[in-house]
T-cell receptor, first 112, second 112 residues
Framework: DAGITQSPRHKVTETGTPVTLRCHQT?????MYWYRQDPGHGLRLIHY???????DKGEVSDGYSVSRSKTEDFLLTLESATSSQTSVYFC???????????FGPGTRLLVL | DAKTTQPNSMESNEEEPVHLPCNHS???????IHWYRQLPSQGPEYVIH???SNVNNRMASLAIAEDRKSSTLILHRATLRDAAVYYC?????????????FGKGTKLSVIP
């Protein structure tokens, strides 16, 4: 357990509304990640952060933005949610030990 | 990115050993071999990783071929709780590396 929590754990929203998911860690790891998981696609990287205010895009970043104003929190924002963003979202941190990542419990998002 | 090949599914009887294979013929000299697993409705969970030598921990053992083109995750005594999707992932070490690329993995079923 790497002290990772995600909130909310479940959310239902409507198309066009903004949504923010929060990932919180308690161990001051530098690297944090947001993935989404969909049937048939496995986990895909959305964005990642390598420090406060330092972020970069992953494989499926369109329609998402992120922010990291302090080490412990990494926020994922859907500016205008679409049905294609219905998914399970996982946050992860990377330890310095040889690239190992630890994942949060996930957020299930349903966009109607 | 170097890719891995795993069987789609495997079955094991409870309390018997399980050997989960992974081929990674294009592995580079600095790639770590990671194994993660994902239980139903949970986030991925780190299992074990290694570079060249065989590795053991409380969850499993990792056997790495001498040429590093394949590896085997060994669960010494399968329990019902080990039923999960197992992912074999290569992760380049060094500055700038950041992403775990998840394939489809091997779905392990454990028969009581």
């Amino acid at each position: 357990d790497a002290g990772i929590t995600q909130s909310p754990r479940h959310k239902v929203t409507e198309t066009g509304t903004p949504v923010t998911l929060r990932c919180h860690q308690t161990e001051n790891h530098r690297y944090m990640y947001w993935y989404r998981q969909d049937p048939g696609h496995g986990l895909r990287l959305i964005h990642y952060s390598y420090g406060v205010k330092d972020t970069d895009k992953g494989e499926v970043s369109d329609g998402y933005s992120v922010s990291r104003s302090k080490t412990e929190d990494f926020l994922l924002t859907l500016e205008s949610a679409t049905s294609s963003q219905t998914s399970v979202y996982f946050c992860a941190i990377r330890t310095s030990l040889e690239e190992t990542q630890y994942f949060g419990p996930g957020t299930r998002l349903l966009v109607l | 990115d170097a890719k891995t090949t795993q069987p789609n599914s495997m079955e094991s009887n409870e309390e018997e050993p399980v050997h989960l294979p992974c081929n990674h013929s294009t592995i580079s000299g600095t790639d770590y071999i990671h194994w993660y697993r994902q239980l139903p409705s949970q986030g991925p969970e780190y299992v074990i990783h290694g570079l060249t030598s065989n590795v053991n921990n409380r969850m499993a053992s990792l056997a790495i071929a001498e040429d590093r083109k394949s590896s085997t995750l060994i669960l010494h005594r399968a329990t019902l709780r080990d039923a999960a999707v197992y992912y074999c992932i290569l992760s380049p070490s060094g500055a700038g590396s950041y992403q775990l690329t998840f394939g489809k993995g091997t779905k392990l079923s454990v028969i009581p």
